[in-house]
RNA sequence: GCCGAAGUGGCGGAAUUGGCAGACGCGCACGACUCAAAAUCGUGUGGUCUUUCGACCAUGUGGGUUCGACUCCCACCUUCGGCACCA
């Protein structure tokens, strides 16, 4: 008796697949396409781990049933490949960060190919190659040239460790992404792409992609955190009426003004206290301020403090005059840095106030009684207007829009929206990035390198000391000319945010070897959108919200015809075990490579698809693990042992008794397999229902029907071929088949065949199971009824109790009502 | 604090539209095969009580709707995730 090989198996069919390439995106044009994509991964030296067995065994089950499902389908692998790994290597250990990287991508496909995925490898790509950069240079000059794409001076997030910039999506609780160290504040000029433009679109497009997690879609919203208000501008008596504008989402409460808060950087701040009293006092403050860290300035807890600053502002709408203050818990970065201060009406001013005895002042009265006074708490509920001039007795919905257009009369102010999404910061003071395309002159300032001399090819002559930029040590990249004069210029060194490299590579798959375009328009419109894309919750705002904004700019330039890149989206859940994430530190991991070559890729892929739904967490289990192999060695063994049936293929006879309910049972497969896989994406429950015919199967009796059972066999075989790829082909091929089982048709299942002659229904009394019954389909209620009430236990049930009420549910249940 | 997701046997999980809770797998127990072990095959397996028949309890907690609730409604508890002085 032979057994189950599954080393062996696999290397056998991958090396067959490879050449004869099956795996090659189909050419037929008249099917219709589908394109999943799985994120594809940063070639790190560890290689894979389990977290990317799953992704990739989830993305290949469907890419292999909508392929068996007569689909076209794109299934693309590539590497995110540039990144600060490689420069550490090359700062600690002295190797090329090119060839670093190049060596982890081989070894990673390598590990990658040993899973069997169907990957049409003729379109692997990788980010930090220049037939890819170069692009990525290009789009950024698109950026650049449609406005989206300016340098600035500004505060922003730097990394001391990874000794760099980082974007705002890039910082989580005030410390790196990458490294954990916490992020300071630097005054630096840098490059930003202009994502605000696009915040409404953003948000709309949301309500657009109905396949996309709720949480994902909540996760955006609150990211790009649209808020809706008014600006209303002060001016400043001492410095000339000169204006300051806050903004407030409660322009109704504007009569309750009663002081104005500016955060310690803003600008208008320096003229209002020089040569004031108290100027040194508030100097000495402002700096105390400005060198608390984003963090203890932002905590909820923080205790807010502020200083009069003894200057005045009047009111737009009344004229009066109110004190302007400084504040810590106002942002620069928020609005415009100032706000309005409403005491009586907003909780965080309330508790400034009364710290500091200023004025309260109500201006909203709900509509069933009176505040009381002095109030123990702000009122932010609705109301109607008092104190409030012109505005007395409207409801104060309505006064927002009202006192908004009246701000707008008097050009001080009107309706305004603020985001809480900043411009996307890209620069990056790294050598291992795609260097971004410009050149400074000074005669003509920054000069886009033009799109014919693009790449900007990375240079080698550069040091790693871990104390600059290497780029900026590299002559011969920095020295250059200018492409408008002609004359001596110097090439920009910081290197683009890698997310960059990753916002638009699922676009290049569809037209991976184009050397003139980052993709030809047409082959867009073949592949995109993406119709499921699958990869983890870490990305919710960061690679998911950028990869949305470029494909709406590139929608705009014409390129492409999707404003949405991703239709559906399928987050996985982590791969733990003892309840926590698989690390290195915590040295609970399992190498993905050890446990292919004890049991097989096919095990693997199916105890991580059996173990739990996709996007819930899944608990590694060693026993588990062991219980899907012994699985595939007993279909395996079982189709060996019944070998010779298919040599003579008996006609199956399906008429009666047990090859009847086999029949039956195989319908059943197909249908459960079919919705779980296709509709639902619940592979744990189509694998289980693999596992019941297969014991069905083996159940079987010796004496009946033989042709019924090569049926099951067959079918079961089919069934299996998405999840373990490898075993059901030898399996399909030991039955005789000579073409591949991948590309079979995937069965379809008789209705009629689902359809029972006799059903078993439960009779219950008040609520309870007493009794089972076994029924015709086609009895009907009555029929039901009476032998439901003539069963021996329920008659005992029901002495001494009269019937109520009969509920019958055909097929399911009858419930009797006594008592 | 706000928003979201989830709580089911010893474990992973199933129950798709309100209709027999616990499919499938793991683990465990017993048995067959074996000199023995491994592998394999078979049987059983939510809890309590009961010799049996069976009865009762049970899907985080407490209520409600319903003939009937893991599923719907209300309140609460726990865990996880996101946002958080955002004006």
């Known amino acids: 008796m032979q057994t189950y090989q599954a080393k062996e198996i696999e290397a056998k069919w991958q090396r067959v697949w490879a050449e004869a390439g099956v795996h090659r995106t189909d050419p037929d044009a008249t099917k219709t396409k ?39 389908v794109l299934h693309p692998m590539g590497v995110d490949a540039f990144g600060m790994p490689a420069e550490n290597a090359a700062i600690e250990r002295g190797v090329n960060p090119r060839d670093w990287t190049l060596n982890n991508m081989k070894k990673f496909r390598e590990e990658q190919e040993r899973l069997g995925i169907s990957y049409d490898w003729d379109r692997y790509l990788a980010t930090c190659l220049p037939d890819y950069y170069r692009f990525t240079q290009w789009l950024f000059l698109l950026f650049y040239e449609r406005g989206l794409a300016y340098r600035k001076k500004a505060s922003v997030n730097w990394c001391p460790d990874c000794a760099t910039v980082l974007a705002n999506e890039q910082v989580e609780n005030g410390k790196c992404w990458r490294c954990d160290a916490e992020v300071t504040k630097k005054e630096l000029e840098q490059w930003f792409l202009k994502i605000t433009d696009y915040a409404d679109r953003l948000l709309e497009g949301l309500d657009r992609l109905p396949r996309w997690p709720e949480r994902v879609k909540t996760m955006q919203r609150n990211w790009i955190g649209r808020s809706e208000g008014a600006k209303v501008t002060f001016t400043l008596p001492e410095l000339n009426d000169e204006p300051v504008t806050v903004f407030t989402t409660r322009p109704d409460t504007l009569y309750g003004v009663t002081y104005l808060v500016l955060a310690p950087e803003h600008p208008l701040v320096e003229r209002l206290i020089a040569g004031k009293e108290k100027e040194e006092e508030l100097r000495a403050f402002i700096e105390q301020m400005k060198k608390e860290s984003e963090i203890e300035r932002t905590a909820a807890d923080a205790e807010k403090v502020g200083m009069d600053t003894g200057a005045v502002a009047r009111h737009p709408l009344t004229g009066e005059t109110v004190p302007v203050w400084i504040a810590n818990y106002v942002l620069m970065d928020y609005g415009t840095g100032a706000v309005m201060g409403v005491p009586a009406h907003d909780e965080r001013d309330f508790q400034f106030a009364r710290k500091y005895g200023l004025p309260i002042r109500h201006v909203i009265q709900p509509r069933d009684g009176e505040l009381e006074n002095p109030l123990a708490e702000a009122y932010t509920g609705e109301g109607v207007l008092i104190n409030s001039g012109p505005f007395d007795g409207m409801d104060n919905r309505e006064a927002i829009r009202a006192i908004s257009d009246q701000l707008a009369e008097k050009e001080a102010g009107g309706p305004a929206v603020t985001y809480r999404l900043r411009d996307w910061l890209i620069s990056r003071q790294r050598y291992w990035g795609c260097p971004i395309p410009i050149v400074y002159c000074d005669g003509c300032g920054a000069v886009p390198v033009p799109k014919e001399e693009l790449p900007v090819l990375l240079p080698e002559d550069v040091t790693f000391d ?40 699922f676009f290049r798959y569809a037209d991976a070897k184009n050397d003139r375009l980052p993709f030809d328009p047409e082959r867009i419109r073949e592949w995109l959108p993406v119709d499921e894309y699958i990869g983890g919750i870490e990305h919710a705002v960061l690679h998911l919200l950028y990869s949305r904004f470029f494909t709406k700019v590139l929608y705009d330039a014409g390129l492409v015809h999707v404003d949405e890149p991703f239709t559906s989206l399928l987050t996985q859940g982590m791969v733990l075990r003892d309840g926590a994430k698989m690390s290195k530190s915590k040295g609970n991991t399992v190498s993905p490579l050890e446990i292919i070559e004890r049991y097989g890729a096919d095990t693997a892929r199916l105890f991580i698809l059996f173990a739990a739904p996709p996007e819930r967490d899944l608990e590694w289990s060693d026993s588990g693990v062991e219980g899907c192999y012994r699985f595939l060695g007993r279909v395996f063994r079982t189709v060996m042992r019944h070998e010779e049936l298919f040599r003579n293929r008996p006609e199956a006879r399906p008429e009666k008794g047990p090859a009847r309910d086999l029949y039956r049972r195989i319908h059943r497969t197909i249908k459960k397999v079919t919705e779980d896989v296709g509709e639902r994406y619940h592979f744990n429950t189509a694998i289980s229902a693999i596992m019941e015919l297969m014991n069905a199967i083996n159940e079987y009796p010796e004496d009946a029907d033989r042709g019924t059972l090569a049926d099951a066999l067959e079918t079961g075989v089919i069934l299996l071929a998405p999840f373990a790829p490898h075993l059901a082909e030898e399996l399909w091929h030991a039955m005789g088949h000579e073409t591949s089982v991948h590309e079979q048709p995937w069965p379809s299942y008789d209705p009629e065949m689902l359809v029972e002659e006799e059903v078993e229904m439960a009779v219950q009394i008040n609520g309870r199971v007493r009794d089972k019954l076994v029924v015709p389909v086609t009895a009907d209620r009555e029929t039901v009824e009476q032998l439901a009430l003539n069963q021996e236990r329920i008659k005992n049930h029901l002495s001494g109790k009269t ?14 009502v006594a008592n």
């Open 466 to 505: 871990g104390k600059r930029n290497p780029l900026t040590t590299s002559e011969s990249f920095v020295q250059t000319t200018c492409p408008s004069c002609g004359g001596p210029a110097r090439r920009e060194t910081d290197t683009m945010d890698t997310f960059i490299d990753s916002s638009w590579y």
């Open 803 to 816: 019937v109520r009420k009969v509920i019958v549910v055909p097929k399911k249940l009858v419930n009797i």
């Open 34 to 72: 589908f394109y999943t994509l799985e994120q594809f991964p940063y070639p790190s030296g560890e290689g894979m781990h389990m977290g990317h067995v799953r992704v990739y065994s989830i993305g290949d089950v469907i890419a292999r049933f909508k392929r068996m499902n007569g689909y076209r």
